[in-house]
């Protein structure tokens, strides 16, 4: 794709603007050419590093009207998920971040306080920012200050639990609040929900029509219908400005505006990744590799196939699971989006598998930690049958706002859960065949990671025995425990203590996370002096730990091995193996120095 990128690499307007102060000196053409030089640096860069391309072309204009009438940081902005602060960014110093490709990844794609006093929150889950920007809102007025505060929402969010207490609760504040709906007529990819009717109609209507969501909850409304005008925004925005009450100013906007194949398919284009746009589209002549979500999807259509009773449950983020447009036209009503929900997918699927569906809900690790009191009680009070696939659980170099590494504490401690952590494609369709077919547990799978690990052997474990752990390999003195994605990390560590401590160790692969096999916990003392646990996750309240209690008054000695519990951001995954000694090597080292033994350097 060609960039019209002006000579010499500079711009007009842009290097005028390092604050949004400077943005009122600028008349409304220039804040165009402005907007379409953001554009630019915008689809340049995230080309480059990948990242939100659609919902950050469309919020372009509504930014730069937005500070071209107020006054941040005096007055207070709160992003929804922050994943179209782009903008925002560049207007508030930090625009060599957009400029220089060797600062493209000095700032994180969210909002954050440490960079910059014009980001009040770090923020990257969504539906949040009304009830963020309330709070904020209630102690200005507790303080006497006069700033003010706007909540900026895609209508994607609204569907969010959160984003509806905050509406309800901020139509009954007395002052100042501003909330403003960026509607796309999107989620990440379509809405799901009874009240996206409500948003077309007021869209079909230039906001004129007497059934209005915002007006019932008690706010004054404010429609602007070419949310991508400059000119008609500050309008808006004037006529809001230093308002007395709570408002709302819809805006109507085109997500990926100004680039077509973004704005064609704004599904795909929602996050991309690097190198997107250079793809000839003519070539795309590959063979798709086997992956988890493959076998996964392959499987789940099998049973659909079969069995009517099987439904898919998915919280707004289909694409992450491989659900595509055509899947999920394929799968029809055997396939259900509940919008950005996962409170309600958990108890949405706990109401269907207790009266007798087969449920199978796919959820992002991150994202399930919104859920854990629909987890606790709506599910596993119930004790309803619901089969949970997690995913993208372990440690990685994303930002600190999608960190999938408290999954196991979270989920493994809640009484009639049972999780489990294959560790290859046959364990995984085989706890996945008998999670969907049984009806006596809540059962979460921790979907391993890719690459795709195969044995090619078909795994006949019954599973309904629970909390058995796998004997791969008796050796003495070494217990190695290795959960799910650190079971091959397990074997590496087995060849390293040969080699360098000439100790045949014991090789373990557990599965199940919320129960302990006694029975072979308790062998292990008759000839082992260490037990060491691995598991692809934070320690504290994890899967180790559990080991470690059930050693503790004896003479067993426990490593366990996982991530510090920590908000990690942006930090490359290698760094922080090597931090908290999650290499063969440096698992091998701690080993020697807890046995007194001399373990021989490369």
Known sequence: MAFNINKKGKYMILDKVDSPQDLKELSIKELNTLAEEIRELIIKKVNVTGGHMGPNLGVIEATIALYYVFNPPKDKVVF???????????????????????????YTGYTAP???????????????????????????????????????????????????????NAACINSNFIVIINDNDMSIAENHGGLYKNLKLLRETNGKAECNIFKSLGFDYLYVNDGNNIYKLIEAFTIVKNIKHPVVVHINTVKGKGLLPAEHNKEAFHFIMPGTLDINEEKQDFVIDETYNTVTNDFIWEKVNSDSSVVVVNAATPGVFGFTKDVRMKFGTSYTDV??????????????????????????????????????????????????????????????????????????????????????????????????????????????????????????????????????????????????????????????????????????????????????????????????????????????????????????????????????????????YKRYHLTKELITDDIAKCLNLNCPSK
């Open 80 to 106: 929804d998920v922050s994943h179209q602060c782009y903008t925002h960014k560049i207007l508030t110093g930090r625009k060599e971040g957009f400029l220089n490709p060797d600062k493209y990844w000095e």
């Open 339 to 576: 919008g950005i929900a996962e409170e309600h997918a958990a108890a949405f699927s706990s109401g269907m598998a207790k009266m007798g569906a087969k449920p199978i809900w796919m959820v992002l690790s991150s994202f399930i930690q919104r859920t854990y009191d629909q987890l606790s009680q709506d599910i596993c009070l119930n004790n309803s049958p619901v089969t949970i696939l997690v995913y993208w659980g372990g440690i990685s170099d994303a930002d600190a706002t999608h960190l999938c590494v408290f999954d196991i504490p979270l989920i493994s401690n809640i009484p009639n859960m049972v999780y489990l952590a294959p560790a290859n494609k046959e364990e995984y369709l085989a706890v996945l065949n008998w999670s969907v077919n049984q009806k006596k547990y809540p059962t979460a799978i921790r979907v391993p990671s890719d690459p795709l690990v195969s044995t090619g052997v078909p795994d006949k474990t019954n599973y309904s025995i629970l909390n058995k752990y796998k004997l791969i390999y008796k050796g003495e003195k070494i217990a190695l425990i290795g959960l799910g994605n650190f079971f091959n990390l397990a074997v590496n560590v087995k060849e390293e203590i040969k080699n360098k401590l000439n100790i045949d160790a014991t090789l373990i692969n557990p599965v199940f996370i919320t129960g302990l096999d006694e029975e072979l916990l308790e062998n292990l003392k008759k000839d082992h002096d260490i037990v060491i646990t691995l598991e692809d996750g934070v320690i504290e309240g994890g899967f180790g730990e559990k080991i470690a209690r059930f050693y503790g008054c004896s003479d067993m000695k426990v490593l366990n091995f996982g991530a510090k519990k920590e908000f990690t951001d942006r930090i490359n995954i290698d760094e922080l």
């Open 114 to 168: 440490e960079e910059s006093i014009y980001d009040l929150f770090k923020v990257g889950h969504t539906s949040t920012s009304v009830s963020l920007a309330l709070g904020a809102a209630k102690a200005r007025d507790i303080k006497g200050e006069k700033d003010n505060v706007i909540a900026l929402i895609g209508d994607g969010s609204l569907s969010g639990g959160e984003a509806l207490e905050g509406l309800n």
